[in-house]
């Protein structure tokens, strides 16, 4: 109900991603992935990217579409039934593009973004370092120049096609005697450099994308892979927070409405006391608590993705959405369960395994809690502006008296 949201263009390309999720993408892949069959999203990518659906919003000379971030993320919702580990490999080649595709040479772009959309690279992130995860600027992972190569020592966890993944987007500290924020470096670190895979985790969900821990020991990278400036990744970090919040919080949107329609179908199929369930105020008014959640959540992502599309500051938004999407999701799912009963909480359908995914959400790309970190700080300081073009509604109390406020 929300396409009157979309222009024909943003439309458009959310029907090709519809039309992909719904006949390209065998169950089976789901199956094999959940019981740790296959490690990897490289099926998907590969797909995707003989369809031209992938890093949608670059341009066209690097095999995208030169689309917005509003048909991105209605296109990630579609894929986002599929669970987390699926939507991940989906959106990786636009959250490491958009390091590339801002920040990267042309070389760069050339030699990683072009193939990467085309599906036949496959990349992934390497963040979070086992000694603190939201402490981004805490990274001890290093790089020396030595000539023309940075020497890079250390480890990341938690990446996403850690497996099998062609090159990762790696922060390394660069200058570690500079202030936090001038101390870091982005760069295209290929497997072929030496990176080593030191352990594949075995997850609750968000299974089969080959998540793992990489080391790197004395990894040689050539000076043309750094991206951006030297000591510069502050402001690379900063840009990825938009497409890593927002296509989480798009993708969470579309496992959130999976679930409630396999659970809102069921509901009316499924007897009890003579007259199928959705009869009763106890089901039905789940279903109107989690449609509600679901199409607010939906809103939020959208008016996200379009103030990012006009330039406008977004980072309240973006966070707002990540947060909201994913504690949605989170209920919504929840909600199915209870009302499909014991049966939702059997392989016998999806809803379990969406649960499982949904989890993590709440917590990658930034926890919930980094989410209400940067909200309120920008609330604040908005309100700390003065504004003159709306009215002061503090003036409108019934028994105004300035000397009964007292703020020491």
């Known amino acids: 109900m929300f396409e009157f949201m979309l222009n024909d263009t943003e439309r458009a390309y959310w029907k090709e991603v519809r039309e992909f999720v719904k006949n390209d993408i065998p169950s089976q892949l789901i199956r094999d992935m959940d019981e740790g069959k296959i490690e990897t999203g490289r099926p998907l990518i590969e797909k995707a990217g003989k369809k031209n659906l992938l890093?949608?919003?670059?341009?066209?000379?690097?095999?995208?579409?030169?689309?917005?971030w509003v048909a991105e993320v209605a296109g990630v919702e579609e894929v986002g039934v599929l669970g987390t580990s699926l939507s991940c490999a989906f959106v990786m080649p636009s959250i490491v593009g958009e390091a590339i595709n801002l920040f990267g040479t042309e070389e760069q772009k050339s030699r990683y973004l072009a193939p990467t959309n085309q599906g036949t690279l496959y990349s992934a992130e390497a963040l979070t370092e086992p000694r603190g995860g939201s402490d981004f600027f805490g990274a001890t992972t290093t790089a020396t120049r030595k000539g023309d190569y940075f020497i890079l020592n250390g480890e990341k966890r938690f990446v996403v096609g850690a497996q099998d993944s062609d090159y990762f987007l790696v922060y390394a500290k660069s200058d570690p005697d500079a202030p936090p924020h001038?101390?870091?470096s982005c760069f295209i670190v290929e497997r072929e450099m030496g990176v080593e895979v030191q352990n594949i985790y075995k997850l609750m969900g968000t299974r089969g994308g080959g998540t793992g821990r990489l080391v790197f020991r004395d990894v040689r990278v050539p000076v043309e892979n750094l991206v951006?400036?030297?000591?510069?990744?502050?402001s690379i970090f900063n840009r990825m927070m938009i497409p890593e919040r927002l296509l989480s919080a798009a993708g969470a949107v579309g496992m959130a409405r999976g679930a409630i329609e396999v659970a809102g179908r069921y509901s009316t199929r499924r007897k009890a006391f003579g007259r199928t369930i959705n009869s009763f105020q106890a089901v039905s008014f789940k279903v109107?608590?989690?449609?509600?959640?679901?199409?607010?959540?939906r809103a939020l992502v959208i008016a996200s993705a379009r103030?990012?599309?006009s330039g406008g500051?977004?980072?309240?938004?973006?966070?707002e959405a990540k947060k909201i999407?994913?504690?949605f999701a989170w209920t919504i799912i929840n909600n199915a369960m209870q009302i499909m009963g014991g049966i939702g909480y059997t392989t016998v359908y999806p809803i379990e395994r969406l649960l499982r995914d949904c989890r993590l959400a709440m917590i990658w790309t930034g926890t919930n809690e980094i989410m209400n970190l940067l909200i309120q700080h920008e609330y604040y300081k908005e309100l700390s502006k003065v504004k003159t073009d709306t009215r002061d509604i503090e003036h409108d109390a019934i028994t105004p008296d300035e000397e009964e406020k007292h703020y020491g």
Do not use: C, W
């Not at 890093?55 to 095999?63: D, L, S, T, V």
């Not at 951006?228 to 502050?234: P, Q």
């Not at 500051?313 to 966070?319: F, H, K």
């Open 313 to 319: 500051d977004g980072r309240r938004l973006v966070s």
């Open 228 to 234: 951006g400036e030297l000591h510069g990744a502050y």
């Open 307 to 309: 103030l990012v599309d």
């Open 288 to 297: 109107a608590d989690s449609v509600a959640m679901l199409d607010s959540a």
């Open 325 to 327: 999407a994913t504690e």
């Open 55 to 68: 890093g949608p919003r670059f341009p066209e000379k690097y095999h995208g579409r030169a689309l917005n």
């Open 182 to 184: 001038q101390s870091i």
